[in-house]
C-alpha cells in the first residue's frame, strides 16, 4: 500500500543551522508529495508541494525535489530561525479516487538561539 | 475569514456519551475529511467525503459516524465516546484531491 516514512525526531538545531529532514515514500505511479508544517497548538499549514518527478518545491526558505529515482522529498533550509520550530509532516496524495493525504508521523524541529 | 472552521476547540467527554465535533468551510471545497492526531501516530483518515451526501470510510472509522448534507459542513459524531478516542482532531478540505488541503485549527477531546 501507500506510505511515507520521515525522519525521527526530535531534531534541535542551532539558529542559522543547515537542515534536512528526510522522507521517502511508497506508493505506484506518481502521486503529488506535500510538506505540511504544525506550529504549537494550531492546525496543519500547506508548506510546499510537488506534483512530478524532478519538480521542486519552495516556499519561506524551504525547498524539496521530487526524487522519482530514489522515492524520496527531503525537505531542506539553508539557515533556519527560532521560528521555524515546528512539526513537519510529509505527505503524499495519488489523487482522483485515491486523493486522500498519507502522512508521515512527523519530525519535531526546535531551533535554539 | 476564508478556511475551515471548527468548534469546539476543547472538549471533555466522560465515557460513554457522545457529541457532535463541528467543521464548516466556505471554500466551495468538495472535498472534505476528518483526522485524528496521536503522538507518535503522525495524522490518520477516519472518514472522507468527496461531495454533498457522500462520504466513505477512511483508515479508523470505528465509533465515528459522519454525513454530510450540505457543501459546507461536515461534521463528526461520537457515538459512545471511548478513552481510546482522546485525541486531537482536524478536520481538512481541498477543491482538489491532487491539490493541497486547508486544515482547521483541531479539537482537543480528552474522554475520561
Known amino acids: 500500500g501507500n506510505s511515507v516514512t520521515q525522519m525521527e525526531g526530535p531534531v534541535t538545531l542551532s539558529e542559522e543551522a543547515f537542515l534536512t529532514i528526510n522522507c521517502t515514500y511508497t506508493?505506484?505511479?506518481?502521486?503529488?508529495l506535500f510538506w505540511y508544517v504544525q506550529y504549537p497548538g494550531e492546525g496543519l499549514q500547506l508548506l510546499l508541494k510537488?506534483?512530478?518527478?524532478?519538480d521542486k518545491g519552495s516556499n519561506k526558505g524551504f525547498e524539496a525535489t521530487y526524487r522519482k529515482e530514489t522515492t524520496s522529498f527531503h525537505l531542506e533550509k539553508g539557515s533556519v530561525q527560532v521560528s521555524d520550530s515546528a512539526v513537519y509532516f510529509c505527505a503524499l496524495s495519488k489523487g482522483g479516487s485515491q486523493g486522500n493525504l498519507i502522512f508521515g508521523k512527523g519530525t519535531k524541529l526546535s531551533v535554539k538561539p | 475569514n476564508a478556511g475551515v472552521t471548527q468548534t469546539p476547540k476543547f472538549q471533555v467527554l466522560k465515557t460513554g456519551q457522545s457529541m457532535t465535533l463541528q467543521c464548516a468551510q466556505d471554500m466551495n471545497h468538495e472535498y472534505m475529511s476528518w483526522y485524528r492526531q496521536d503522538p507518535g501516530m503522525g495524522l490518520r483518515l477516519i472518514h472522507y467525503s468527496v461531495g454533498a451526501g457522500i462520504t466513505d470510510q477512511g483508515e479508523v472509522p470505528n465509533g465515528y459516524n459522519v454525513s454530510r448534507s450540505t457543501t459546507e459542513d461536515f461534521p463528526l459524531r461520537l457515538l459512545s465516546a471511548a478513552p481510546s478516542q482522546t485525541s486531537v482532531y482536524f478536520c481538512?478540505?481541498?477543491?482538489?484531491?491532487?491539490?493541497?488541503?486547508?486544515f482547521g485549527s483541531g479539537t482537543r477531546l480528552t474522554v475520561v
Open positions: 510537488a506534483t512530478k518527478a524532478d
Open positions: 506508493a505506484t505511479g506518481y502521486p503529488s
Open positions: 481538512a478540505s481541498t477543491l482538489s484531491r491532487g491539490g493541497g488541503y486547508t
